[in-house]
């Protein structure tokens, strides 16, 4: 199982980035059954979760996140995604992309993202 995170770049406070993430390497009914998740890491940091999708379409989201950024999946294209609106210069951090399925927990390699004030 291999993921691909994209989206990633620089903009100023107020603005968007949709970050993509595909999964290859894994078998559909894997896929739509696991949990899909965006995690970021800013330097000096811990890695934290921001947002995650059940196979139902739950969602979960950081507190710090709620109301700006709305996570979603396409499971037919193997997708999910982090819509990211009204970006703040606390949002600076590398973004990770995972997926929790039979019990293992799969990451990309991360995507920059950076806020400037």
């Known amino acids: 199982v291999q993921l691909q995170a994209s989206g990633g770049g620089s903009v100023q406070a107020g603005g968007s980035l949709k970050l993509s993430c595909k999964t290859a390497?894994?078998?559909?009914?894997?896929?739509?059954?696991?949990?899909m998740g965006w995690y970021r890491q800013a330097p000096g940091s811990q890695r934290d979760l921001v947002a995650s999708?059940?196979?139902?379409?739950?969602?979960n989201y950081q507190d710090s996140v709620k109301g700006r950024f709305t996570i979603s999946r396409d499971n037919a294209k193997r997708m999910h995604y982090l819509q990211m609106d009204s970006l703040e210069p606390e949002d600076t951090a590398v973004y990770y992309c995972?997926?929790?399925?039979?019990?293992?927990?799969?990451w990309g390699k991360g995507t920059q993202v950076t806020v400037s004030s």
């Open positions: 995972n997926v929790y399925t039979n019990s293992r927990d799969y």
């Open positions: 390497n894994i078998i559909w009914s894997s896929f739509r059954s696991g949990r």
């Open positions: 999708i059940t196979s139902d379409g739950s969602t």
